[in-house]
């Protein structure tokens, strides 16, 4: 089992940055893959970016060339780099941690509002 704990949401305006962070506890060794994904108001859960521990990284259309996904301590501990934020940044972002196995992990979220 994995625990995971987001923090760094907040308030920001358009145009600003935020940094999130995910601190991953337990049997985090079978981790192989890490990602944020977030939930806007009345939509589904989407797709941020991801990191492998090799340290590959994917992200979403909508946030490439704006947000960075890194790693610390291995998958230890994640963090999201939002730059040039917009309101369609607003949501609750969650981290997740996968398995190699398939199985994976929520966080309980963080909420970010990005104001115009």
């Known amino acids: 089992q994995v625990q995971l704990v987001e923090s760094g949401g907040g308030l920001a305006q358009a145009g600003g940055s935020l940094r999130l962070s995910c601190a991953a506890s337990?049997?985090?060794?079978?981790?192989?893959?890490m990602g944020w994904y977030r939930q806007a108001p009345g939509k589904q859960r989407e797709l941020v970016a991801t990191?492998?521990?090799?340290?590959?990284?994917t992200y979403a259309d909508s946030v490439e060339g704006r947000f960075t996904i890194s790693r610390e301590n291995g998958l230890a501990t994640v963090y999201l780099q939002m730059n040039s934020l917009k309101p369609e940044d607003t949501g609750v972002y969650y981290c997740?941690?996968?398995?190699?196995?398939?199985?994976?992990?929520w966080g309980k979220g963080t909420l970010v509002i990005v104001s115009s």
């Open positions: 337990g049997s985090i060794f079978r981790i192989n893959a």
């Open positions: 997740n941690a996968k398995y190699r196995n398939g199985m994976e992990f």
């Open positions: 990191i492998t521990t090799g340290s590959s990284t």
